[in-house]
């Protein structure tokens, strides 16, 4: 009872500090978004060029996650931790200094490379640390820190702090909460520790045979799709939702916001009940797809309907829950698919489709956007969420073959 009790505990705080790292790094991805209309003013530039500044934060943490999930497997992921979270910090609290509109874009560079190490090692400590009976719960609370992190990211830097002392104090405090988080991470490291696999110990660098087998495995392809499509999906929620929302509504800023923010909040419950879901059932494909659907259509009301604006933030939140309380049996099944040493790498691989969709999606956000399509926005996320449903039965029909894409 003594050894269990002490396993619970042990598993409490890694999920824990995990989960605070997933939410900061969250919190900093959502940062600019809510303040696109204070930045468009003063910098005078267009709704596309300030989902420049989103793609290329994605782009850049893309390009770099399959490598840091090579690092991960080879290094320990605890290594990396800290120098995502101080990376990313001091990129937010410089962004608060800046004169010009491309001073911003080189800080999104800064910024994406501390964010291109989470997901890969956040996963892999998770997958190796926590007890295979709370491996659910403890994607659930990965999941819930990091939806928490986009909900507190507009009320803390939003209305918080820039609805009263401007963008440039909401974006300083931000970098300064950052950096407080790191000097708790790095006080309780030693819990995070794994061992390195590094030079000397018998594990190679993948070559390119590797990274051919993982881009012809058709479970690990559906996988990077999924997150790739869901991807583009919350870029437009996070960085022009709330903007569309004043231009359809003629709504003010706060209530706007406000849309934004129950659609996180529910996001974060969403993902606790899916991660009792997933330990519960066994049937996490048919778990995700009927909460991606139900999301969809949802979001398809709000694109397809005039309605009053407590009922556009009602349904708002539905959408995230429902998205949201897939995600644990998601990754679950991308675990299933995973062969046993390799949880870095792919982590790091399939993830990377988070970056990609969310290089492309302020892209395409943006042009909607400039082009007077308001309500566009809301239908394109619909339609990314009924098109993730086909990527989820493709994981589930073919996770068992996943075992040759990293031998």
């Keep these: 009872m003594n050894a269990t009790a002490s396993k619970g505990r042990s598993d409490a705080l890694v999920v824990g500090l995990v989960g605070l790292v997933h939410l900061l790094s969250h919190f900093y991805q959502i940062a600019l978004g809510p303040l696109f209309p204070l930045l468009r003013a003063e910098f005078e530039v267009s709704y596309t060029a300030l989902g420049l500044i ?42 608060g200094f800046v004169s010009t509109y491309w001073m911003l ?5 800064m910024a994406a490379f501390g964010n291109s190490v989470f997901h890969p090692a956040d996963l892999s400590i998770l997958s190796h640390k926590v007890s295979p009976e709370r491996t659910g719960r403890a994607f659930a609370i990965h999941g819930f820190g990091g939806t928490c992190g986009y909900f507190l990211s507009p009320i803390v830097i939003y209305y918080g702090v820039a609805s009263f002392a401007g963008w440039r104090a909401g974006l300083i405090t931000a970098g300064v909460i950052g950096w407080l988080a790191a000097l708790l991470i790095y006080r309780y490291r030693d819990a995070l520790r794994m061992p390195a696999r590094g030079i000397g110990t018998g594990h190679a660098m993948p070559g390119l045979t590797f990274y051919i087998r993982l881009v012809t495995n058709l479970p690990l392809m559906a996988a990077f799709c999924f997150f790739a499509l869901i991807a583009v999906a919350l ?35 969403g993902i606790l009940f899916g991660g009792e879901l997933a330990d519960r059932f066994r049937r996490h494909a048919l778990i995700a797809t009927s909460g991606m659907a139900l999301g969809a259509t949802f979001m ?14 009602a349904a708002l939140a539905a959408v995230g829950f429902c998205v949201s309380s897939t995600n644990p049996s998601r990754d679950i099944l991308v675990r299933a698919a995973t062969p046993a040493g390799a949880t870095g790498k792919v982590f790091g691989f399939v993830y990377s489709g988070l970056d990609l969709g969310g290089a492309l999606g302020p892209l395409l956000f943006g042009w909607l956007m400039d082009g007077g399509q308001f309500r566009g926005v809301f239908v394109a996320i619909a339609a990314m969420y009924f098109f993730a449903i086909v990527s989820v039965l493709q994981l589930k029909r073919g996770q068992q073959t996943a075992a040759a894409a990293a031998d």
């Design 54 to 95: 989103v793609s290329l934060f994605y782009g850049v943490s893309g390009a770099c996650q399959a490598f840091v999930g090579i690092l991960v497997d080879r290094y320990g992921a605890h290594r990396l931790l800290l120098f995502g979270i101080a990376t990313m910090a001091t990129a937010v609290l410089l962004m």
């Design 105 to 109: 874009l080189p800080l999104a560079v």
């Design 235 to 269: 870029a437009g929620m996070q960085s022009f939702s709330v903007t569309a929302l004043v231009e359809i509504y003629d709504a003010p800023l706060y209530i706007a916001t406000a849309g934004l923010t129950a659609y996180l909040g529910g996001s974060a419950a």
């Design 300 to 313: 398809a009301c709000v694109a397809a309907f005039q309605m009053p604006m407590p009922a556009v933030i």
